[in-house]
């Protein structure tokens, strides 16, 4: 279904044992789809169960406050 908005770019935060505790997908069609610990999937997504490879992605780490300013000003947007 998410097939046809495009390419997109994932933001996570983690606990101490990288366990996704939220998760933003914005989509190069400017679609996006938030999921936590309360709201876990709908029919375009889930949140990940998957605990992230900390080397596979160091060179992509935000910090707590650059991922929760994103969270806070990235509404969910589905069309």
Excluded: C, H, P
């Amino acid at each position: 279904m998410t097939d046809s908005w495009g390419t997109s770019t994932y933001y996570f935060e983690t606990d101490a044992d990288l366990n996704i505790i939220r998760q933003i997908q914005v989509f190069k069609n400017g679609q996006v789809l938030k999921y936590n610990q309360q709201f876990t999937e709908d029919e375009f997504g889930i949140l990940s169960d998957q605990r992230l490879d900390e080397e596979a992605f160091k060179e992509f780490s935000i910090n707590r406050d650059e991922f929760t300013s994103t969270w806070d000003k990235l509404e969910r947007k589905v069309q």
